[in-house]
């Protein structure tokens, strides 16, 4: 796991040293333990470690910046080249697969120094061209120089979970990690106003190759990007996309087999490492799942350590953490919160996310990810992507039933219905209101949402900015809502999973884990996992009697205790807010004399919505954080809107 970064400076222009230096040090806390730069000036190449090896000269430059976790030796140094020197890597990530490939490509004939992913990552690209890139399974964003053809190829992996941007400052062409390596080379600060719509309205971010600033483009998941060097032209395709059709004609015991074989190997693939591999573990049943598949795989002899969020009040899971530490045998680190230390570490937070985060949950796992960083351990493995690929949000029995109503199956829609009730989250109200945004078209959303208090402009949202910026009110559906389709469910578990709810998490997960150096490894997130997953019938799913991950509680049963999988509450990264807020006046007073200074929310309505949450007249509302969020966000990163 690392930090990549590269700049293409445009004709008549040079990479100057300073902008390297740059670059690395920005991205240091992604890989302290090793650093290395290429430049090229025409097609002769320098690479090294220190300012004297940077060309003055050049028109190219790679930076790489190494928290070592495959091969601690000098072979596992970047950037690496094959042994010809036509082909030079930076990587980012782990290709857990390199074991297997590795012997495939010995047999064609490759010869290796070291034992890296990233050697076999480089020799399969020399060997297969973007062939390669479905042959992997693991998370990367990795960058190759072929000096031959004079082209950068850029790829990153199928889900996303290793970031990679790119702007054209200049006239050039520029990538790195984060984006706050890219600001400093002279890309503009203006924000996206679409983009700044759907986080303030609909919380949805990253669903584009756009983010909240204009200039700046993410690569989206499986995709690669293949740039020129001779005029800097670039064309873009996609490796792989995660289908939920058809549907697979197998039985629920066969399928349960399936799961449970698929998901062991993929548990016992994350833990391909030369350190000691940790476990976040918030007591659900993805979290312990994982715990309990590491010490059934690797026996009495591995040494589990586990770090938990520990919150306070009815929001607890401390006695569930607790059983599976028991069962699990694992060495505990817990953490516990106070709303001052929030409002301490907040202005470090804000930086390290270089985008605004969606509420204080984030936090919670930025301090589990420190007290990781603090206890040594350099890789962990968590549960993330199970719930949008496995249906774990409260709104999914909600969608189930609206897809059998959808498909004429009333006895199972009455089943469901019923099943719902049961579980102290949904309950009628919740499920009429969250089906029917799945069942009405779209032209009967913004009448439905206005009516229920969902409006596409709420008062904390300036609506004649947005308007004068020709951005349209409207919901974001992403590929959930079908306006006629069936499968219902299976397109909202695709949409959750590629479009309006993971592709977030991720860059929280990966902004909150690299701040502390730390490599978060999530083994749910596999083509094989989530293509079977995503085949699989509705039914298996959410049951008939709307018990979510129905299937793989299945397959879950004997190895981890029966008291986990019947659990019935979601909590999660659970973070009091209501609470929280009460305690944050003085940071929330501050940052309101700054409102004004950020036209797209609006400052009086933001106030206003303020005053009647503390009032206890209106309900605690994410909406308010991500405007509080964005106004903090803007003022650190000079935004210009």
């Known amino acids: 796991m690392c930090g990549i970064a590269g700049y293409v400076a445009a004709a008549n222009r040079v990479v100057r040293s300073d902008d390297?230096?740059?670059?690395?040090?920005?991205?240091?806390?992604?890989?302290?333990?090793?650093?290395?730069?290429?430049?090229?000036?025409?097609?002769?190449?320098?690479?090294?470690?220190?300012?004297?090896?940077?060309?003055?000269?050049?028109?190219?430059?790679?930076?790489?910046?190494?928290?070592?976790?495959?091969?601690?030796?000098?072979?596992?140094?970047?950037?690496?080249?094959?042994?010809?020197?036509?082909y030079w890597i930076i990587f980012n990530g782990e290709v857990y697969n390199y074991v297997e490939l590795r012997e495939e490509l010995q047999r064609l004939g490759?010869?290796?120094?070291?034992?890296?992913?990233?050697?076999?990552?480089?020799?399969?690209y020399a060997e297969w061209g973007k062939a390669a890139l479905p042959k992997f399974v693991g998370m990367f964003a990795f960058a190759i120089l072929d000096t031959t053809d004079r082209k950068l190829f850029l790829a990153r992996d199928f889900f996303g979970i290793k970031p990679l941007y790119y702007c054209r400052p200049n006239g050039g062409f520029a990538f790195a990690s984060e984006i706050k390596a890219l600001l400093p080379l002279g890309v503009s600060r203006r924000a996206d106003p679409e983009s700044l719509y759907l986080y303030l309205r609909h919380s949805v971010t990253d669903s584009t190759d756009q983010t909240l600033l204009a200039d700046v483009k993410e690569l989206k998941a499986a995709h690669w990007m293949e740039v020129d060097l001779r005029d800097l032209s670039s064309n873009t395709g996609r490796y792989w996309e995660l289908k939920y059709e058809p549907t697979l004609d197998i039985s629920?015991?066969?399928?349960?087999?399936?799961?449970?074989?698929?998901?062991?190997?993929?548990?016992?693939?994350h833990l391909r490492s030369d350190v000691p591999v940790g476990a976040a573990l918030s007591g659900g049943i993805d979290s312990t799942s994982i715990v309990m598949a590491m010490r059934r795989i690797v026996g009495a002899k591995l040494d589990i350590h586990t770090f938990s969020y520990i919150a306070t009040g009815g929001f607890s899971e401390e006695k569930w953490i607790d059983l599976v530490n028991r069962e699990s045998k694992a060495t505990v680190h817990k953490v516990h919160l106070q709303p001052g230390e929030l409002i301490d570490d907040l202005e470090e937070m804000v930086g390290a996310h270089d985008l605004p985060f969606a509420s204080t949950s984030q936090y919670a796992q930025y301090r589990v990810f420190r007290l990781v960083?603090?206890?040594?351990?350099?890789?962990?493995?968590?549960?993330?992507?199970?719930?949008?690929l496995l249906g774990g949000y409260r709104p999914f029995p909600s969608i189930r039933f609206a897809s059998a109503l959808r498909s004429g199956d009333f006895g199972t829609a009455l089943r469901v219905f019923r099943g719902a009730q049961g579980r102290p989250d949904v309950g009628a109200n919740l499920m009429v209101k969250w089906s029917?945004?799945?069942?009405?078209?779209?032209?009967?959303?913004?009448?439905?949402?206005?009516?229920?208090?969902k409006g596409f402009f709420p008062q904390w949202m300036n609506r004649d900015w947005f308007r004068s910026?020709?951005?349209?009110?409207?919901?974001?559906?992403?590929?959930g809502n079908g306006n006629g389709s069936k499968n219902l469910l299976r397109k909202a578990l695709h949409a959750a999973t590629t479009d309006n709810v993971l592709p977030a998490l991720l860059r929280f997960e990966d902004r909150n884990s690299m701040h502390h150096s730390v490599e978060s490894r999530v083994p749910f997130l596999t083509p094989?996992?989530?293509?079977?997953?995503?085949?699989?019938?509705?039914?298996?799913?959410?049951?008939?009697?709307?018990?979510?991950?129905s299937v793989f509680r299945a397959a879950m049963r004997g190895i981890i205790p029966d008291a986990i999988l019947d659990r019935r509450d979601k909590v999660g990264f659970a973070t009091p807010e209501s609470d929280w807020f009460s305690q944050l006046q003085p940071w929330i007073g501050t940052i309101l004399t700054h409102a004004p200074e950020v036209p797209v929310v609006d400052a009086q309505g933001l106030r206003k919505e303020l005053l009647s949450m503390s009032r206890r007249k209106k309900p605690f509302h994410f909406g308010i954080w991500r405007s509080l969020n964005l106004i903090a966000w803007a003022r650190a990163n000079g935004v210009v809107f």
């Open 20 to 86: 390297a230096e740059l670059l690395s040090r920005l991205l240091r806390h992604r890989g302290p333990d090793d650093h290395g730069f290429l430049t090229m000036r025409g097609g002769a190449v320098r690479v090294g470690r220190d300012r004297s090896d940077i060309d003055a000269e050049a028109d190219l430059c790679l930076v790489h910046r190494r928290l070592s976790i495959l091969d601690l030796s000098p072979t596992g140094w970047n950037p690496m080249s094959t042994p010809d020197r036509r």
């Open 110 to 124: 490759h010869v290796f120094r070291g034992t890296s992913d990233t050697e076999v990552v480089l020799a399969a």
């Open 252 to 269: 629920f015991q066969d399928a349960t087999n399936r799961v449970r074989d698929l998901f062991m190997e993929s548990v016992a693939f």
């Open 373 to 388: 960083q603090q206890s040594g351990i350099k890789v962990t493995v968590d549960g993330q992507g199970a719930d949008e």
């Open 436 to 453: 029917a945004e799945h069942l009405l078209p779209k032209s009967m959303q913004s009448p439905f949402r206005a009516m229920v208090g």
């Open 469 to 479: 910026h020709d951005v349209i009110a409207r919901g974001f559906y992403g590929n």
């Open 528 to 549: 094989q996992l989530a293509t079977f997953i995503m085949s699989l019938p509705e039914s298996y799913i959410v049951s008939d009697k709307a018990e979510s991950k």
